[in-house]
Nanobody
Framework: VQLVESGGGSVQAGGSLRLSCVASGINSNIDVMGWYRQAPGQQRELVASATSGGTTEYAGSVKGRFTISRDNAWKTVYLQMNSLKPDETAVYYC???????????????????WGQGTLVTVSS
């Protein structure tokens, strides 16, 4: 299983960026796809997540400015980030959590996979 992120970069405060993450190596539906971020010296935190059924969750600080969306057919998750702030400078990580069937007997395995991260820099 591999996650490939793109879309990070540098932007001025108030600007926008769109992150993308494509999952490969998973043949079944993906339960949860999300974005986390980790600023220097800080813990990794949830930014937004979306279930296969369309339920979304956002960190309070990004509600109304960020939008998460999924293309289930292409196993892709997007994060549209508007009105970015300097303190949102961080490495943004894609995360996938799902259950996969591993054999013909129906045994399952939990997957919790992280991307390599993409840097978002917001300058004032």
């Amino acid at each position: 299983v591999q996650l490939v992120e793109s879309g990070g970069g540098s932007v001025q405060a108030g600007g926008s960026l769109r992150l993308s993450c494509v999952a490969s190596g998973i043949n079944s539906n993906i339960d949860v796809m999300g974005w986390y971020r980790q600023a220097p010296g800080q813990q990794r935190e949830l930014v937004a997540s979306a279930t296969s059924g369309g339920t979304t969750e956002y960190a309070g600080s990004v509600k109304g400015r960020f939008t998460i969306s999924r293309d289930n057919a292409w196993k892709t998750v997007y994060l549209q980030m508007n009105s970015l702030k300097p303190d949102e400078t961080a490495v943004y990580y894609c995360n996938v959590r799902t259950v996969v069937v591993v054999n013909v007997e129906g045994a399952t395995r939990n997957l919790d996979v992280w991307g390599q991260g993409t840097l978002v820099t917001v300058s004032s």
